[in-house]
């Protein structure tokens, strides 16, 4: 009932991002079906697509042949290869997941910890420490930190493989079975593709991880810290419970809260850090598809690219909606 | 004024922190409005024979792969980056404050479109709108500045419609409308200074944003175009040298452009302090 209910709140923000996509095409500088039918096009074949894409009807017309488009999810067709702009979206996707959840699982991994720390010890060098991260995190552009590591651990120490893609030329893919190539040369029992897919993920996820790790150390430590100043943290210390039940049973329950909340924070700066991580790694996925798509003047791939993101935005703020009932109860309680 | 300046140099003086980033924010302005004229290298001219020279006396910074001075780009490029991320966050804060105090102040149908609109704006991963934005308005700088203003928006019509909320029952907001004065005139003169101590700091926060918005855009290759010298597409430029081991193309300018995020991030608290009219006294 919940669910449902949190589906349904989430439709104006669909119904809204698809109403913006649908503008940006229509405005195109110029004449959007010479962008369409490319730059050689005659006149004729200028009027052609105009009719075939349906640019001569009015406004709302079009955007009802748009939904009924993307119902089918056709999403239109990339100029410079040819192929449905779905389909490369689809075969790409698992790429840049892979990359975005390791990078978010890395930085949650490093970034709870120091933010529990910090706010246990407040003034102390891991304090200092999570301090810089936090601000260092929000300084650094993430291409510069994607480069950087790229000198240090491929051109300096020889750790790191060329930043070239997924895999290394010398490995084929894993047999397709979830899109990732950890888990699927996991199914496979390959621990050498399995290796190697690991090598050149590294550091790239560890680029994504820097970048959201410092909002999420910073809430971390400032809702723990407001956490452990509170009563029923003062009732729990009073009643002699052990510190550890303290810290990580009720302070650490309620402190998730915020963090949760930043998440969708997070996600937003991952989905856009993603497209610079992927150019700086030449990584196969949906950011540096839109890349080259853009460099070509290509708008329907664009289009396409910015339309699945946004989609897949609104569906993790329902995800986190839902982990955030999940974690506290009132709210399931109002509901 | 003269009390203004006096309670300005109090805040900077009181933090040193403070003081230094708006040291550093002066630098800034200053190579922004010189630019050129105090570079010690065309920022433009290259010069095979000196290509990709590691940093030295002649050439600070070292120079790039057309043999350009990489210094004298990075002062050059100050007073576009800095334009940029000024520009953009003039628009968003006038833009975006005044529609939220508006529908704030006004509620009913006001208050849900600009809902709506911020809504809207907020569904999308923000740097994934600026894309679409500059892809579809077309590739110049004038578009990346809009693109920024769009998705800084948000924050300041949220946080000043939550102001005014709060704000429009108040005691003095009563008193103002007692004397007779127009709606437009309570929303401008007693509303607006009560919601900028918190404008301050969103503004320190989103030029940071802005500027690495902006030079994020020109490293994918949207807005500014080569040779124009501008920070992150020296960045793109110097990506390609990083695996053979010229770490001094991509570095300095990524430096700075890391510099002045930080310098924003930094100014704000000691900005706030110095608008707060309850801290004037």
């Known amino acids: ?335 | 004024m003269n009390q203004i300046l006096r309670h300005a140099r109090y805040v900077l003086g009181e933090n040193p922190v403070t003081a230094a980033s708006f040291g550093m924010f002066a630098l800034f302005i200053i190579a922004a409005i010189l630019g050129p004229t105090i570079a010690p290298y065309d920022p433009l001219a290259s010069n095979t024979a000196q290509a990709l020279a590691g940093p030295s006396p002649a050439h600070w910074f070292g120079t790039d792969q057309l043999g350009r001075d990489i210094f004298s780009r990075i002062i050059a490029a100050t007073r576009l980056d800095m334009g940029i991320a000024l520009s953009s966050v003039a628009l968003a804060f006038g833009v975006g404050t005044i529609a939220g105090l508006a529908a704030g102040y006004r509620g009913g149908w006001l208050d849900r479109v600009v809902g709506r609109i911020v809504d809207t704006i907020m569904a999308f991963p923000l740097f994934v709108l600026a894309m679409g934005i500059v892809a579809a308005l077309g590739n110049n700088i004038e578009n990346i500045i809009y693109a920024t203003a769009i998705i800084n928006l948000p924050i300041y019509a949220r946080l000043a419609r939550a102001e005014a909320n709060v704000r429009r029952e108040a005691g003095f907001v009563e008193a103002a409308r007692l004397c007779g004065n127009s709606e437009t005139r309570i929303v401008l003169t007693q509303l607006f200074p009560n919601v900028m101590p918190l404008m301050m700091v969103q503004i320190s926060l989103t030029l940071g944003y802005a500027i690495l918005n902006a030079a994020g855009l020109s490293f994918i290759g949207l807005g500014v175009r080569p040779p124009t010298p501008e920070w992150g597409i020296m960045v793109a430029e110097g990506a390609s040298n990083i695996i053979s081991g010229e770490w001094w193309v991509a570095l300095f300018p990524g430096l700075v452009l890391m510099a002045a995020v930080f310098c924003f991030n930094l100014m704000g608290d000691g900005l706030r302090d110095i608008v707060d009219p309850r801290r004037r006294t």
């Open chain 1, 1 to 335: 009932m919940i669910v449902l209910r949190r589906l349904v709140s989430a439709l104006p923000s669909v119904i809204g991002v698809i109403i913006v996509t649908f503008l940006l095409t229509r405005a195109l500088p110029g004449d959007p079906a010479a962008y369409f039918a490319g730059p050689a096009a005659t006149q004729q074949a200028i009027d052609e697509v105009r009719h075939q894409l349906g640019f001569d009807r009015s406004l709302p017309v079009q955007f009802v042949d748009y939904v009924k488009h993307l119902a089918q999810g056709d999403l239109g067709t990339s100029l410079s290869t040819g192929q449905p702009v779905i389909d490369e979206l689809i075969t790409r996707l698992p790429a840049s997941a892979e990359l975005t959840l390791l990078g978010l699982l890395l930085a949650v991994a490093v970034a709870l910890p120091l933010g529990i720390t910090a706010a246990m010890r407040p003034g102390s060098w891991v304090d200092h420490s999570c301090r810089i991260v936090a601000t260092a995190g929000v300084s650094l552009p993430t291409f510069f930190t994607g480069l950087l590591l790229v000198y240090i651990f491929y051109y300096l120490m020889g750790w790191a493989p060329a930043p070239l893609g997924r895999l290394d030329v010398f490995y084929t893919a894993p047999p397709n079975w979830t899109g990732f190539y950890l888990i699927d040369s996991l199914i496979a029992r390959d621990w050498e593709t399995f290796t190697a897919a690991l090598s050149q993920l590294a550091l790239p996820a560890f680029t994504m991880a820097l970048f959201s790790l410092a909002p999420l150390a910073r809430v971390t430590r400032a809702s723990m810290l407001a956490a452990l100043g509170s009563e029923f943290i003062r009732t729990a210390r009073a009643s002699g419970l052990s510190r550890m039940r303290i810290v990580y049973v009720y302070a650490f329950r309620n402190a998730m809260l915020p963090v949760i909340t930043t998440l969708g924070m997070v996600f937003s700066f991952l989905l856009g850090a993603n497209v610079l991580v992927e150019k700086v790694f030449a990584w196969p996925g949906i950011g540096s598809y839109a890349i080259e798509a853009l460099i070509a003047s290509d708008y329907a791939p664009v289009q396409g690219f910015v339309l699945t993101m946004a989609l897949l935005y609104v569906l993790l703020n329902l995800a986190i909606d839902l982990v955030y009932g999940l974690v506290d109860p009132r709210v399931r309680l109002e509901a």
